[in-house]
C-alpha cells in the first residue's frame, strides 16, 4: 500500500514517516508541505491513502479533499480534537491526534488494509476490459483492447497507442493493469503497459534495464523490475 503524508510541519512528516516504516508492505510514496502541493501529489503519485494534516496554512485538509477528483482513503492526523465530526462526515477512514502514538497508528493502518483489501477484491471479481474509450482530435473512439499495442503514461495523462495512433484515456495506469487481462497486457516499466501479442523483438540488459521492440516499430523501456513477470509469460 503507498501512502502520501501531508503535513506542514517538517518534523511531524519525518516522525509519522519513521513510525509508518515499520509496517510491512506499506510504502511512503512521497509528503506533500501544504495543500496544493498535495493535491499535485496525489494526481502524480496516485497514492492508496493520506495521512492528512488539517489545519495547514492557505489550503486546509478539508479543502484539499474537495479538490480531489478521485479520493485515497484518507487518515487526518492533527493536533485538534473539534474536527473529528467533521472528518467523519468527510469519509475519513480515521482520526488521529498528534503526537501519533503507535498503537493508534496501527489501528488506523490495520484499518487501510481492511478496506483496500475489500476494494483490491472488488477489481479482482470484474471481468477483464474488452473494449475502452479513446479521445482524439476532440471525438472518441471506441477501442477494443486487443487492438492497443501498449499503453504509456506522459506527465499526468495517459495514452493507448493502437496502429492508427495513440488516444487520450480518462485512467490511470494503475487502473488499467488491475482491470485488463493480466495474460494479455504486462507492465515493462512504471510508465508503460504492453500487450503480449504485438511484442516482437526483446533485448534484456543484463543490468537494470532493457527494451522490447513491438510489432509496430517502436521501442519501450524495459526496466529490470518488470522484468521477471514478462519473461514467466514469454517462457525465456
Known amino acids: 500500500m503507498r501512502v502520501l503524508i501531508v503535513d506542514d510541519e517538517r518534523r511531524a512528516r519525518e516522525r509519522l514517516a519513521r513510525l509508518l516504516g515499520a509496517f510491512e508492505g506499506l510504502t511512503i510514496a512521497g509528503e506533500a508541505g501544504n495543500g496544493l502541493e498535495a493535491i499535485e501529489q496525489v494526481q502524480t503519485l496516485r497514492p492508496d491513502a493520506l495521512f ?30 473539534q474536527y473529528a465530526l467533521q472528518a467523519f462526515a468527510a469519509n475519513a477512514l480515521d482520526y488521529l491526534l498528534k503526537p501519533v502514538e503507535p498503537e493508534p497508528l496501527a489501528r488506523a493502518v490495520s484499518r487501510l488494509r481492511e478496506r483496500q483489501s475489500n476494494v483490491d477484491a472488488l477489481l479482482a471479481s470484474r471481468p477483464p476490459l474488452k473494449r475502452l474509450v479513446g479521445k482524439r482530435l476532440q471525438r472518441l473512439h471506441v477501442l477494443p483492447v486487443e487492438t492497443i499495442a501498449y499503453f504509456v503514461a506522459e506527465d499526468e495523462l495517459v495514452f493507448a497507442a493502437t496502429a492508427e495512433g495513440r488516444f487520450l484515456l480518462n485512467s490511470t495506469l494503475r487502473d488499467l493493469e488491475a482491470r485488463l487481462d493480466p495474460d494479455q497486457f504486462v507492465r515493462v516499466h512504471k510508465s508503460a503497459i504492453v500487450n503480449l501479442a504485438k511484442v516482437a523483438e526483446i533485448d534484456p540488459d543484463t543490468r537494470s534495464s532493457g527494451s522490447v521492440r513491438l510489432a509496430t516499430g517502436e521501442t519501450l523501456e524495459l526496466s529490470r523490475r518488470y522484468a521477471a513477470r514478462l519473461r514467466e509469460l514469454l517462457g525465456w
Open 52 to 81: 492528512l494534516d488539517i489545519q495547514m496554512p492557505g489550503m486546509d485538509g478539508f479543502e484539499v479533499l474537495e479538490n480531489l477528483p478521485a479520493r485515497p482513503h484518507v487518515v487526518f492526523v492533527t493536533a485538534y480534537d
